[in-house]
């Protein structure tokens, strides 16, 4: 009667708080069930937001596969905030564009835009003068 009570008890620790109570032996055999494994080698973990990305560096990740699921985890060790890396990139590309004369002349004579509205058509264009045309006229 007192084993059975033990036992119980035990069972009620165990589900309460969620592995206390388990052995070390107990608690490998139930990682090694949900297939935890460390990731070796990883540099930094981006998580991507709208308008800005957070790199995380210098962490430890762990993927798990438990009913079907994959499950990362990550432990931080130091992590940034920084303004999406192609909205960056975008803008390197803008300042590289050289726009010729003769292509602002053809955007704002078919489009009838001043001459700063074209020569902002063709920079965000990328130089494509059908697509500055379209930008503007749309």
Known sequence: MAARRR???QAKREQAGMGQGMSSKAMRKAMN??????LKGVEEVI???????????????QSMHMQ???????TVGK???????SEQQNEEIKQDI???ENDVK?????SKCDYDTAK???IDSGGDLASAIMKVVS
């Open 106 to 110: 053809l955007v704002m004579e078919q």
């Open 7 to 9: 036992a119980r008890r």
């Open 98 to 100: 050289e726009v010729n």
């Open 79 to 85: 992590s940034t905030v920084r303004k999406r890396q």
């Open 68 to 74: 079907g699921q994959e499950i990362y985890t990550i």
């Open 47 to 61: 998580i991507r937001m709208k308008d800005k990305e957070i790199v995380l560096t210098d962490s430890e990740v």
């Open 33 to 38: 069930q949900m297939n935890v494994e460390d």
């Open 120 to 122: 902002q058509a063709l």
